[in-house]
């Protein structure tokens, strides 16, 4: 079974663009989270997407949204880049019968 | 309410030992505990997981110890090998309904051969 398959793995932008990345999870698995992982800020929740649907949101400006389309993959969007967005962003995948999560490579996004 | 406070922030031990890592939590209703385990340049992988019905839970040579009325649990690592040298992180959340993982901070670890 495939794991969890994040693209591109890494990223170069400058501040002020905007930037989309993308999840696929596992397969069968609905529940899609991401997450921002710095050094300074550690492993923090940005959404949670279930069906299509935003369940949760974390603490972070509306800059950064997200959706899932039918088929589970999930893409986030970063709009106005700030340097302090360089992170690796995490996606996590879950199946419904199971509390498990399971983390991609993650991308690495970095704003210049 | 919903920090998870995790110590130490470093450790180093010799080959064969055994690491402690500590986690404390605040918010009562969390009720799922994983911990990861990161390599550098990779995504976290889950090890194992408790929820407080139990008070350990082994699986290989990691153990969970879960401590309810201290809202507290650790992760044991038994004949800690050098390849077990990474950051290890735990987290705590509800077990069903929306999923949100609160992280602590982050123990690197390293086993010296």
């Known amino acids: 079974k495939a794991g969890v398959t994040q693209t591109p793995r890494y990223l170069i932008k400058t501040r002020g663009q905007q930037v989309t990345l993308s999840c696929s999870p596992i397969?069968?698995?609905?529940?899609v989270s991401w997450y921002q992982q710095t050094p300074g800020q550690g492993l923090q929740f940005l959404f949670e997407?279930?069906?299509?649907?935003?369940?949760n949101k974390g603490n972070f400006p509306g800059r950064f949204s997200g959706r899932q389309f039918s088929n589970s993959r999930s893409e986030m969007n970063v709009s106005t880049l700030e340097l302090g967005d360089s992170a690796l962003y995490l996606c996590?995948?879950?199946?419904?019968?199971?509390?498990?999560?399971?983390f991609g490579q993650g991308t690495r996004l970095t704003v210049v | 309410q919903q920090q998870v406070k995790q110590s130490p922030q470093s450790l180093i031990v010799q080959k064969g030992g055994i690491p402690i890592i500590n986690c404390a939590y605040e918010?009562?209703?969390?009720?799922?505990f994983p911990w990861y385990q990161q390599f550098p340049g990779k995504g976290p992988a889950l090890l194992i997981a408790?929820?407080?019905?139990?008070s350990e839970k082994k699986e290989g040579r990691f153990t969970i110890s879960f401590n309810k009325s201290a809202k507290q649990f650790s992760l044991h690592i038994m004949d800690s090998q050098p390849g077990d040298s990474a950051t290890y992180f735990c987290?705590?959340?509800?077990?069903?309904?929306?999923?949100?993982?609160?992280f602590g901070t982050g123990t690197r670890l390293k086993v010296l051969a």
């Open positions: 996590a995948s879950r199946s419904i019968l199971n509390t498990e999560a399971f």
């Open positions: 397969s069968g698995h609905r529940s």
């Open positions: 997407y279930f069906s299509e649907t935003q369940r």
């Open positions: 918010n009562t209703a969390f009720d799922y």
């Open positions: 408790i929820r407080p019905d139990v």
């Open positions: 987290a705590a959340s509800k077990a069903s309904g929306t999923y949100k993982y609160i």
